[in-house]
């Protein structure tokens, strides 16, 4: 089956900087790549996600890339802020198996203001 | 909020005891998926059903046992619950089975004393 491998683990930048995160995959038939941000306590909540027929995805001071051939992407946040801090998560899907997200270890970011 | 409801918000049982997870997907979305949260293994796929049909199968114990009913909404059965069950459980879903965009619910706390 599929497997994610994300890292960093932790990630702690100054206000203003930016933040990247990058996570590999094994299965070359995964083909649906989001990006979760969960905070504290709360629901993972879907920030941006790509397609494998897309290489680059941006949204405002968010971006995804995605490398199908070395099978990895990564997230870029630019301009970080304090509310930037909380857990990221990347995964993996594809049709094969039923649209199920694998999901990376996750990547705990901390914002220093 | 991500129009995805789940009951109950906490549930604390003992050990041995089995529950039912209530989950209510978005509003048009036939997909729904279980997964569990806790801090030694990250985010797991359980099950997912489409349409009221089991489509795809993760890492779920044969204690756990899922359903879709005809209004789309789903139960997550656990039973002979043991303290290693305690975690955050979530339901997610998402238009079809698809590669689509899944939208989670806010989790149910379960916590096994």
């Known amino acids: 089956g599929e497997n994610v491998e994300q890292h960093p683990s932790t990630l702690s930048v100054q206000e203003g900087d930016s933040a990247v995160i990058k996570c590999t995959y094994s299965?070359?038939?995964?083909?649906?790549f989001p990006w979760y941000k969960q905070e504290l306590g709360k629901r993972p909540q879907l920030i941006i996600d790509i397609r494998s027929n897309v290489g680059e995805k941006k949204d405002q001071r968010i971006a995804v890339t995605l490398n199908k051939t070395a099978k990895h992407f990564s997230l870029h946040i630019t301009e970080t802020q304090p509310e930037d801090s909380a857990v990221y998560f990347c995964?993996?899907?594809?049709?094969?198996?039923?649209?199920?997200?694998?999901f990376g270890g996750g990547t705990r970011v901390l914002v220093k203001p | 909020d991500s129009g995805v409801t789940q009951t109950p918000k906490h549930l604390i049982t003992a050990t041995g005891q089995r529950v039912t997870l209530r989950c209510s997907p978005r509003s048009g979305d036939l997909s729904v998926y279980w997964y569990q949260q806790s801090l030694d293994q990250g985010l797991q796929f359980l099950i997912q059903?489409?349409?009221?049909?089991?489509?795809a199968k993760g890492n779920i114990l044969e204690r756990f046992s899922a359903q879709q009913f005809p209004d789309l909404h789903s139960e997550l059965n656990l039973s002979s619950l043991e303290l290693g069950d305690s975690a955050l459980y979530f339901c997610?879903?998402?238009?079809?089975?698809?590669?689509?965009?899944?939208?989670f619910g806010d989790g149910t706390r379960l916590s096994i004393l």
């Open positions: 995964a993996a899907s594809g049709r094969a198996a039923g649209n199920k997200l694998t």
């Open positions: 299965d070359s038939a995964s083909n649906y």
């Open positions: 997610a879903s998402s238009l079809d089975s698809r590669e689509q965009p899944q939208h």
């Open positions: 059903y489409y349409n009221g049909e089991e489509r």
